[in-house]
């Protein structure tokens, strides 16, 4: 993300940003990142991004 700002607005960036923390770094916590497999991954963290809520994502994946 770093090399990718100087190429981004502020407000995508800042959008970005959110949605992270929102939802990926909360799912991961403070796990390290060498153990969190692909799987999880795909399963945990691009579906949470991707599927909202009242779409079908049940609140707890």
Known sequence: MEEQK????VGYLDKIER???KNAYAWIGKRPIGEITARE????VIHRACVPE??????DV
């Open 41 to 44: 991954y795909l399963t945990g």
């Open 54 to 59: 009242s779409q079908g994502r049940s609140p």
């Open 6 to 9: 100087p190429h981004w607005s």
């Open 19 to 21: 949605r992270l923390e």
